[in-house]
């Protein structure tokens, strides 16, 4: 780590003023109280954490090789049902979001003046959340809570993380009678332009190089083979911006009856007075964020009694078990006391700071082994929105009323499960008895009678066995009869709450055959059970615009002012894929986001289907005649098609207008982004010639002065200009179609031959090959054999 900069500068003036954490409380008693916050959250909840870890069993299908009831080794099946119906519910859900990217689109809520800025955020957060990190695996994530828990939480902190790097470049070796001075000299000025470089011994192998942000070392050496290495240690940043985390259901703690996990007040009544995130942080990156004052409240004592305290695992009771389940369990102490990982506490309180009688939301971040206040901030410095809230987004499967832990499909489908599970294992024993039943006989006079425990196949020699052994009727063909009722009975009760069944896993219902055999009957079945996944999935990107909502507040204050980047998936291939983002002006205003994915989308086919569709019922005569759709809509409609069947429709059809993938355009949206600086883009939404009259409106009015320089005065004549010529281009095609329309009932209400028309053809039919032309019959000339006689 570089040495800190000092707070003076050469002059005497101060160049650095570092901000302390507020300290007007007894860091002692904070600490103390986050731990007992937590300590009482864990032992409210220790019975559902018991339920919930044996529900994941059942899951996973953890089951030993053999029961113990009614015999040692008796039938113990592990039944594939909750697994099956929990990945076919998460698939439904991924898909439904990724292949609708982006699944969220923003809305203005202060329109026409900040709807420009919509297709801009979308493209910023779409990159924030795939690109710049791991988006799917956070939408899996997600999936999988809440699923399988009922409810998913997603942490959105904004993160800037640092590290030290090595630069290791390789270049030619000296050449004859070249001073090596001058030769590390070109590869100092080579490889880093632009910044301040400071020899530090006399034959440059050594240097320092100042960036203006840091300055860091650069050291040459030779190799074997007389090649120059240049090795550069430095800081460098791996990570800004925001980043979702999805918690896992025990690391979230909170009072038992908040209904989420936002701040309690009259508008939020059942909110939560405190939330506690667990993680488990390494001592290294403890003692980072300390020397990079993160962690401005630990003392260089607090960072000595760290190194010193023992790992507690109490809080990690239900990632040990699942270790156990799952055959792992380390108890292995670290070799590097750095490697070992400690308990910290994020916790979200209400808290009297200043003594004035009233609550201030805090952040707290405690180490619970040696029970160490790190570090303390107000909720509103850490993550400022407009209203004030907490960075968490949450959604459940089932909600509960008063509740913020839902349902989960482990929950729904444990009773029916533990119900087939012991029909079956039933139905297996008394295959084995029926199979290999036990017997009775009677000892001969030479064997002593013992008490013997019977299992199946088991049986003792005996002189006279057909008369001294009786092997009891076990009737297992009517008790395996029974038990494949009872399963067929449960089968379809779980079928009916889970609503997951042969159709959503791509099969026929047995006995239904005859109704599916049409594409209309199957999306008639299709469409009656998209209530209840439609809802889940609303519930679902429910939680997930929440996320996006807090990306949005923390980029509209963190963001660096100049942030450039690329989008993924090129609406058209003549635009431009590289946005530059300026955070005081493209990401001002208050928006809301909404969503566009729905069942369909997980299903291609599906989607097809509706597509296909919609193709037959827009593109017809009614539509087109009363110009309900205009060639754009038709383009669009296709080239979404196109794009379900894994196409890229650009090779293939062309856009009738420039505008064509753009979305209408206001006469008031047109000025504000006039008055920005930029040329507008999309076709007039109230028609060219409203359009028009508003922009001259505008132009005689003294709000002419917005226009602040002279570029954006040639823009808005260029507009308008083009706005006019708009305005030509829809009367000449109105005028060619009333044309057309008279020509067409002209030709209608004529007196051609056969009531009217065109005359009809009475020319020679076109001469295929080994054909004879028929001579008889008129030519173009009027007479059979070539002309009139």
């Known amino acids: 780590m570089d040495e800190k900069k000092p707070l003076f500068d050469e002059y005497g003036l101060r160049r650095r003023r570092p901000r302390k954490s507020e300290s007007g409380f007894d860091k002692e008693k904070i600490a103390q109280r986050v731990c007992e916050f937590a300590k009482n959250d864990q032992r409210e909840s220790s019975y559902d954490s018991e339920a919930r870890l044996q ?28 697994m099956t119906n929990v990945l076919m519910m998460e698939d439904t859900l991924h898909n439904s ?14 329109p026409p003046l900040n709807t420009s800025k919509e297709e801009l955020i979308d493209d910023l957060l779409d990159t924030q959340v795939f690109v710049e990190q791991d988006g799917e695996k956070a939408v899996e994530d997600s999936a999988s809570s809440f699923v399988m828990d009922g409810n998913f939480v997603a942490y959105i902190p904004w993160v800037k993380e640092d590290r030290k790097t090595v630069l290791y470049r390789t270049f030619r070796g000296f050449e004859e009678r070249e001073l090596p001075r001058q030769h590390l000299e070109k590869i100092i000025i080579q490889e880093f332009p632009n910044t301040d470089q400071y020899m530090i011994d006399e034959e440059g192998w050594d240097w320092e190089i100042d960036d203006g942000k840091q300055k860091f070392r650069v050291k040459f050496y030779t190799t074997s083979d007389d090649e120059i290495e240049m090795l550069a240690t430095r800081q460098t940043r791996v990570y800004e911006g925001p980043k979702i985390i999805i918690k896992d259901y025990e690391d979230v703690l909170a009072p038992v009856r908040s209904a989420n996990l936002q701040i309690p007040g009259p508008s939020n009544p059942n909110g939560a007075t405190h939330v506690i995130m667990k993680d488990y942080p390494t001592i290294d990156e403890i003692q980072r964020l300390a020397d990079s004052d993160f962690y401005d409240l630990i003392s260089k004592k607090d960072l000595k009694k760290i190194l010193n305290v023992k790992e507690n695992k109490t809080d990690e009771k239900e990632k040990l078990q699942k270790d156990v389940l799952q055959g792992k369990y380390d108890e292995q102490r670290s070799v590097d006391d750095t490697h070992r990982t400690l308990t910290r506490y994020t916790c979200f309180d209400l808290y009297d700071v200043d003594g004035d009688g009233i609550n201030t939301d805090m952040i707290w971040w405690v180490l619970k082994e040696p029970e160490i206040l790190l570090k303390a901030k107000p909720l509103t410095e850490m993550y400022p929105s407009d209203p004030p809230r907490r960075p968490f987004a949450e959604a459940s499967f089932i909600p509960v009323q008063g509740r913020r832990e839902g349902i989960g499909m482990l929950e729904m489908m444990e009773s029916l499960h533990d119900f087939k599970k012991q029909t079956f294992d039933q139905a297996v024993d008394s295959g084995t008895l029926g199979n290999t039943p036990f017997y009775f006989y009677r000892p001969t006079s030479n064997i002593k009678p013992e008490m013997m425990r019977l299992f199946p196949g088991d049986g003792v020699p005996l002189g006279d066995p057909k008369n001294d052994v009786y092997f009891p009727d076990i009737g297992s063909s009517n008790s395996q009869s029974y038990a494949l009722n009872m399963l067929s009975m449960a089968d379809q009760m779980q079928e009916k709450l889970t609503v997951i069944g042969d159709l959503q896993f791509g099969r026929v219902p047995v006995g239904r055959s005859s109704a599916l055999r049409t594409s209309q009957n199957l999306q008639s079945f299709l469409q009656e059970g998209e209530a209840r996944p439609e809802r889940i999935l609303r519930r679902f990107l429910s939680g997930w615009l929440e996320v996006y909502k807090q990306i949005h507040e923390l980029n509209q204050h963190f963001l660096p002012e100049k942030k450039a980047f690329r989008i993924i998936g090129i609406r058209d291939p003549s635009d431009d894929p590289y946005r530059e983002v300026d955070v005081f002006t493209d990401l001002q205003g208050r928006f809301d986001f909404d969503f566009s994915a729905n069942v369909l989308n997980a299903s291609k086919i599906a989607q097809q289907e509706v597509l296909e569709q919609a193709m037959a019922t827009f593109i017809s005569e009614i539509p087109l005649q009363l110009g309900i759709v205009t060639p754009d809509g038709i383009y669009r409609l296709m080239r979404d098609w196109g794009r379900t069947k894994g196409m890229r429709p650009e090779k293939y059809i062309n856009k009738p207008s420039p505008e064509a993938m753009t979305a209408p355009v206001l006469a008031e949206e047109a000025l504000m982004q006039i008055i920005n600086g930029q040329m507008p883009k999309g076709a007039p939404m109230e028609g060219a010639q409203q359009h028009l009259d508003k922009l001259q409106q505008f132009a005689k009015s003294e709000m002419i002065g917005y226009l602040d320089h002279p570029n954006k005065v040639e823009i808005l004549r260029a507009y308008m200009k083009q706005t006019a010529e708009r305005i030509k281009m829809d009367q000449l095609s109105k005028q060619a179609g009333e044309i057309g329309a008279a020509q067409r009932g002209g030709r209608g209400q004529g007196g051609g031959e056969q009531g009217g028309g065109e005359p009809l053809d009475m020319s020679n039919p076109p001469v295929n090959d080994n054909e004879l032309l028929d001579e008889t019959l008129p030519t173009a000339g009027g007479g059979a054999n070539g002309g009139m006689q």
Do not use: C, H, Q, V
Not at 97 to 110: E, G, K, Q, V
């Open 55 to 82: 529900r994941y069993a059942k899951f996973r299908m953890w089951a030993e090789d053999g029961g113990d009831f009614p015999w040692a080794g008796s039938s113990n099946i592990a039944l594939p049902d909750m």
């Open 97 to 110: 979001l990724m292949s609708n990217r982006p699944f969220t689109t923003a809305r203005a809520l202060t």
